[in-house]
């Protein structure tokens, strides 16, 4: 089993920045990709970026490219998400996803594990 738990949200101006952390904990198999998704209550989730093994491929959602940067620590296990040049359409609850396929891509179904999220709020 594999656990994601997700640190580092909380609330800011619009803006201003966050960096979110997902630490991976278990069997998190090796070559994985890891993604940081989000999701605003009523809404589905949305795919924000994602990032393979090596660091080689790197993927974003339009509405955040060039805002948001995902990065990894394979040494900690640890992914993470640099928000920077927040709106407050960034308000979502946001989570961190693991797939042990090692393909990038954008959607959530591939993804096997998944954390419990942490809010995000951008104010006007």
């Known amino acids: 089993q594999v656990q994601l738990v997700e640190s580092g949200g909380g609330l800011v101006q619009a803006g201003g920045s966050l960096r979110l952390s997902c630490e991976a904990s278990?069997?998190?198999?090796?070559?994985?990709?890891m993604g940081w998704f989000r999701q605003v209550p009523g809404k589905e989730r949305e795919f924000v970026a994602a990032?393979?093994?090596?660091?080689?491929?790197?993927i974003y959602a339009d509405s955040v490219r060039g805002r948001f940067t995902i990065s990894r620590d394979n040494a900690k296990n640890t992914v993470y998400l640099q928000m920077n040049s927040l709106k407050p359409e960034d308000t979502a609850v946001y989570y961190c996803?693991?797939?042990?396929?090692?393909?990038?891509?954008?959607?959530?179904?591939?993804?096997?594990?998944w954390g419990r999220g942490t809010q995000v709020t951008v104010s006007s």
């Open positions: 996803a693991l797939d042990t396929s090692g393909v990038v891509g954008r959607r959530a179904e591939p993804f096997d594990y």
């Open positions: 278990g069997r998190t198999f090796s070559r994985n990709t």
């Open positions: 990032i393979t093994w090596s660091g080689g491929s790197i």
